[in-house]
């Protein structure tokens, strides 16, 4: 059956009667499953819209990467190493009251933490006035409190003092400041604190001394400690010195802190004489740490030598096959390799000539040798470039292994050099004590048998007397023991060490700007729920489609024939549908109108009327788009009386209508007026559609947008059956349903939506 004839004066000349057999067309563009899901959905709109992602996308990406790049820079980090000991120096800490507190774990983490006190900070920000980053600061305390890191590995001694800054010199600065103020404020002060206790001590020692020597003397002068040959009736005051009295010797300690006591009797003399059990303890503790550490020292020369030769296997290790065979897969070598065999070729082929020694084939042997040097050399070079990067990580991490290892060695020789030191000394006073000593030491007889036993106030004295020597010996020695913290290294060069974080976050920012466009384009499609697919028309309403027509108007009414034949058979589809549904059943008059404006409903309205008319139905096409019509644009008449004329009472029905060529009657809308809106309503409009169905069996009345104008609401409304035309990417979603709900409220007898710019594959529904 012959389809539409549409005529305008702006496009070509009507197809033929004779419609031609329908041909596959182009692609369609892409629209959704009639099973899609959510998911399917999204894709399916960022498959429409992807040529505004990519340029927008593009747009904003760059901007965002750029901005990222320079708000957020690669920082420059430096760190600093402070050495804490696993335990503390054996010598010096024999009678130490608080090793029970000195657990490794926590000392270092006593540590880590005074390291970010308040007080390191405040001194380390005075030696940092200088540095712009920390003056830019409002509160530079919480500010290195946030930005310092101090942290450590489990096991290891070394704790790390780490900076980041977008400055390299500042960053170097506040880490050296920070460890120089760690190291003034509690390691030194640490020291500073037992030189003070240490000089108490001494103090207490010397009256203790006169007191003693008081009582026991009490001719001699006060003060003076009596010279050697002078007897003291006690045997405590050791002999030595001059007639008039001398002081003790100047502490053997760390420098100008401690100051020179007045000479007299040294302490190993003093000790003798009180009780000379404390050096044989003393000597008998530093045998046993001298018969430790050489074991000790084997073992650490082991580990050095452990790490020194993984580091020479690491140098001297060969390269992977792998990178090898890479390596040979490179452009460049393949050329030469190609180049040493075809020199090889040609000096073979030459040598096989039976002139091996012409000049001529040793000029081609060497030039074949000097190709296979090129390409073994190309080779290596481009082996060290590939793998040095990783031999040199794995040199660097050995190489601060073996230099911890290392420190740890010389710690423990200073440590034997120290015990054999005082070995030496310890057993020379042994040596010095005299027999009789040694055999009350022996037999465990108290010494000083010329104190009078009831001189209770004087034997505590002694007492008290020894106790502080013996306190004075220890803190001494432990002032000349290594210190348990130690800085290790200062503030090394700043690196740029998250250059790689500075590009990931500049991707990041590039694909965020695409990620942007794209959910602005998902969320706007969300929104506004334009039809997309059958499926979604289906799932707009409780509607029925009656109609699926393929391609939009412009291209069923385009040049391309197999277009026109699909949408002309849809058409069809749609009039046997119309006439077999709702004309057998009585239904003379069907309205076609839309949600909104430009949604299909005049091509609709003017296919469906010319096909009823080509299938034998005296048809008429009545124009009630008062405001905006367009029928006589495709039927290619004038539009100079219609509709409006008859409601306003100017003209009669019959003489206005038009006969087209295809059989088809046109009732044009005429000229629109405020009037004859006024009179589409009521008597006026029941009148008028009851004299256009006496000559005719169909009316088809092309209405205005339901949901814009009140007269398609009326003329809708007196019509046994309504289509609601709905367009591909035009039509929204709820305003489409609130036209089909105000249909089915006007409760006429037969409704249905028809879909317009549906695929092929849809069209076959």
């Known amino acids: 059956m012959n389809g539409p004839t549409f005529a305008t004066p702006r496009t070509p000349p009507a197809v033929p009667p004779t419609r031609p057999a329908p041909a596959r067309s182009a692609r369609p563009a892409l629209k959704l499953d009639a099973d899609a899901s959510g998911g399917l959905r999204i894709l399916t709109y960022l498959r429409l819209h992807w040529l505004m992602i990519l340029f927008c996308g593009s747009l904003l990406g760059a901007g965002l990467a750029y901005a990222a790049w320079t708000f957020l820079p690669s920082k420059y980090e430096s760190y600093a190493l402070i050495q804490v000991s696993s335990v503390p120096t054996q010598i010096a800490n024999q009678n130490n009251p608080n090793q029970a507190r000195t657990e490794f774990t926590t000392y270092l983490k006593t540590t880590a933490a005074l390291l970010k006190s308040e007080f390191v900070l405040n001194a380390a920000l005075r030696e940092m006035r200088d540095v712009q980053t920390i003056r830019d600061q409002s509160e530079p ?25 977008n400055t390299p010199g500042d960053t170097k600065k506040v880490v050296d400041a920070i460890q120089a103020a760690f190291m003034s404020e509690v390691v030194m002060k640490d020291v500073q604190e037992k030189q003070l206790f240490l000089q108490k001590v001494q103090d207490a020692k010397l009256d203790l001394l006169r007191i003693l020597e008081g009582r026991r003397n009490p001719n001699a002068k006060p003060g003076v400690i009596p010279a050697s040959g002078q007897a003291s009736g006690n045997g405590v005051v050791p002999a030595g010195g001059n007639q008039q009295g001398e002081t003790l010797p100047p502490l053997v300690g760390l420098g100008p802190v401690v100051p020179a006591i007045a000479q007299g009797p040294t302490v190993e003399d003093i000790l003798r004489k009180i009780d000379p059990r404390i050096l044989i303890q003393e000597l008998a503790a530093l045998r046993g740490e001298v018969k430790r550490l050489p074991g000790l020292i084997m073992a650490q020369e082991r580990s050095v030598g452990s790490v020194l030769a993984r580091m020479d296997a690491i140098r001297k290790a060969p390269i992977d096959p792998q990178l090898l065979q890479y390596i040979e897969k490179d452009e460049m070598v393949v050329g030469l390799m190609m180049r040493a065999q075809a020199s090889k070729r040609r000096h073979e082929i030459m040598a096989g000539s039976g002139h091996a020694e012409a000049p001529g084939v040793l000029r081609l042997h060497a030039d074949w040798q000097a190709d296979e040097a090129a390409v073994e050399k190309v080779k290596k070079e481009k082996a060290a470039t590939l793998d040095g990067a990783r031999r040199h990580e794995e040199l660097k991490k050995l190489a601060l292994e073996g230099d911890l290892a290392q420190r740890e060695l010389q710690k423990l020789r200073d440590q034997n050099d120290i015990a054999q030191k005082h070995l030496g000394k310890a057993e020379q006073t042994i040596r010095d004590i005299k027999p009789p ?43 000349q023991s290594p210190p348990r913290v130690r800085p290790l290294q200062k503030a090394s060069q700043p690196m740029q060490k998250d250059l790689k974080k500075q590009i990931l976050a500049t991707i990041a920012a590039g694909l965020m700007g695409f990620a942007l466009v794209a959910l602005g384009v998902v969320a706007f499609e969300t929104m506004t729920r334009k039809v997309s697919s059958l499926t979604d028309l289906k ?28 949408a002309n058979e849809a058409i069809d589809r749609l009039r046997s549908y119309v006439s077999q549904t709702w004309l057998a059943r009585g239904a003379a008059t069907v309205a076609v109108t839309s949600a909104t404006g430009d949604e299909g409903k005049s091509f609709t309205a003017f296919g469906l009327a010319s096909s009823l008319a080509q299938a034998g139905y005296r ?32 003209a009669e029905p ?9 059989g088809l009657h046109l009732l044009t809308s005429g000229r629109w007026s405020d009037e004859a809106r006024k009179s589409a309503v009521g008597a006026k409009l029941d009148a008028l559609l009851a004299k256009l169905k006496e000559p005719f069996d169909c009316i088809v009345c092309h209405g205005h947008a339901l949901l814009t104008a009140a007269e398609s609401v009326e003329m809708a409304r007196r019509c046994e059956a309504v289509l609601v035309c709905a367009l591909y990417r035009e039509t929204k979603a709820p305003l489409l349903r609130k036209a089909t709900d105000r249909v089915s409220a006007m409760e006429i007898p037969y409704s249905g939506v028809v879909y317009i710019g549906a695929s092929e594959s849809e069209a076959l529904c």
């Open 141 to 165: 305390i919480k500010y290195l409190e946030e930005e310092v890191l101090v942290n450590w590995s489990e096991g290891s001694e070394v704790i790390r003092i780490t900076y980041k800054n």
């Open 437 to 479: 000593e040694i055999a009350r030491i022996g037999n465990n007889e108290p010494f000083e048998k010329e104190y009078n036993p009831q001189n209770t106030v004087l034997s505590t004295e002694d007492g008290i007397l020894s106790t502080l020597v013996k306190q004075y010996l220890l803190t001494q020695m432990e002032l």
């Open 539 to 566: 799932s707009t309403g409780p509607a029925p489609v009656v109609g699926v027509i393929p391609f939009t108007p412009a291209q069923a009414m385009g040049r391309d024939p197999a277009k026109r034949a699909a």
């Open 619 to 650: 048809t008429l096409l009545v124009d009630f788009d008062l405001r905006t019509p367009s029928l006589h644009n495709y039927a290619g008449v004038p539009n100079q009386a219609g509709v409006c004329e008859i409601l306003r009472g100017e």
């Open 654 to 662: 019959m003489p206005l209508i038009q006969l087209l060529p295809n």
